[in-house]
């Protein structure tokens, strides 16, 4: 399928306009020598060969625009030349190319959808919709202690207002990755659009300000709550409620240095369960008492070296669940978060639906 979409590119996306194999190497040699027998094999109808990321980049650029068969030699356009228009053409006929690049290498090892998914991790989303990262707009005396974060200053930048920005960035770039079909957004929980609420939610940070946050936890069924923060001399934490109707308050870990308090470990809550708005997508709550928590939940299942030991976990722990829940420590040294690792016993301090671990 992706042999023959690039053969349709070139034959048939401007059928008015004659783009050789020749012509295409001579355009793809801008930036990396090609040939005719090379195209020829991306092409082939029985042998076809996979071309690598970056080919399909060029590829994406070049049919992006009309611009790039204006005159001969054809041309390949620099992407910051693109305009707003081509640069979304771009967007998506690329993640159509790596989406059916991906179909390729899964066809060729024999894996199966359920295996595909598996390889992705816990951030793809297999119907390819919507999703909607929210975060939470600092408050406004926050905000006016910080640079650029005035809209009436030239040097103005958006995201200084925006809460756990470090854990947002982690985790857009991850979910754009593993989700080339889809589009990914992120809004300020104040400023979510109807439609939004419908897409697969993600939702980064706390009650304390995270407004969504709060929304979502008093829909769903879950016998975990946070206890806010009123300033910063009170932690908070988290109250886990038994089946016997304890309850029981995990809070963070903090010492005093000199005149300040220094966080040792925070207490972080991951859900996973139906989005209560659309029942054919799903929410997720990445949550910290602090924003070391919220990145350290967050990098629990995308930080290379632990999110796949961790996706296993969760698929072993609750094989038969659409929705569950960890209730993670994260442990903080000298300000850096230490990724948590769910398959040892210590990391995790409660988990639902509760049974076997």
């Known amino acids: 399928m992706l042999a023959r979409r690039l ?19 001579q355009v793809l040699s801008a930036e990396k020598p090609a040939s005719v027998p090379l195209l020829s094999s991306w092409e082939s109808r029985t042998t076809p060969k996979t071309p690598p990321p970056h080919r399909l980049a060029a590829y994406a650029t070049f049919f992006a625009t009309r611009r790039s068969v204006e005159n001969r030699p054809f041309r390949l356009i620099p992407p910051d030349e693109l305009t707003p228009d081509e640069a979304g053409r771009r967007d998506e006929l690329l993640r159509e190319l790596m989406d059916l690049r991906a179909a390729a ?20 989303f297999h119907d390819r919709h919507d999703i909607t990262i929210v975060v939470a707009q600092l408050p406004a005396d926050m905000r006016a202690k910080m640079p650029y974060s005035d809209p009436s ?4 930048v958006e995201l200084y207002t925006y809460a756990d920005l470090d854990a947002l960035i982690e985790l857009h770039g991850h979910i754009r990755a593993v989700n080339p079909r889809s589009q990914v957004n992120f809004r300020i929980a104040s400023e979510l659009a109807p439609d939004d609420y419908t897409t697969h939610l993600v939702l980064l940070g706390g009650v304390d300000w995270n407004l969504v946050t709060r929304e979502l936890l008093d829909r769903v069924d879950l016998p975990v709550t946070q206890v806010a923060r009123h300033h910063e ?12 109707g304890e309850e029981r308050l995990y809070a963070p870990k903090l010492a005093r240095h000199g005149d300040h308090e220094v966080l040792l470990e925070d207490v972080a809550h991951f859900y996973r369960g139906t989005n209560p708005f659309n029942h054919k997508r799903t929410v997720t709550i990445c949550n910290g008492q602090y924003g070391r928590g919220t990145l350290g939940v967050v990098r629990a299942l995308t930080d290379g070296r632990f999110r796949d ?3 296993e976990y969760l698929e072993r722990r609750f094989p038969d669940h659409d929705s569950y829940s960890v209730l993670t420590r ?19 301090l409660s988990e639902w639906p509760e049974g076997r671990s």
């Open 105 to 124: 290498g899964q066809r060729e090892s024999g894996a199966s959808p359920a295996q595909d998914h598996a390889d992705r991790g816990s951030w793809y």
């Open 7 to 25: 053969r349709a590119l070139r034959e048939e996306e401007w059928p008015e306009v004659t783009i050789t194999q020749s012509d295409l190497a």
């Open 330 to 348: 994260v442990v903080v040294v000298n300000g850096q978060v230490v990724t948590p690792d769910w398959n040892l016993p210590g990391s995790r």
């Open 309 to 311: 030991r961790n996706a």
């Open 153 to 156: 200053r030239p040097d103005y």
């Open 233 to 244: 001399s009170e932690a908070g934490g988290f109250v886990v409620r038994t089946p016997s």
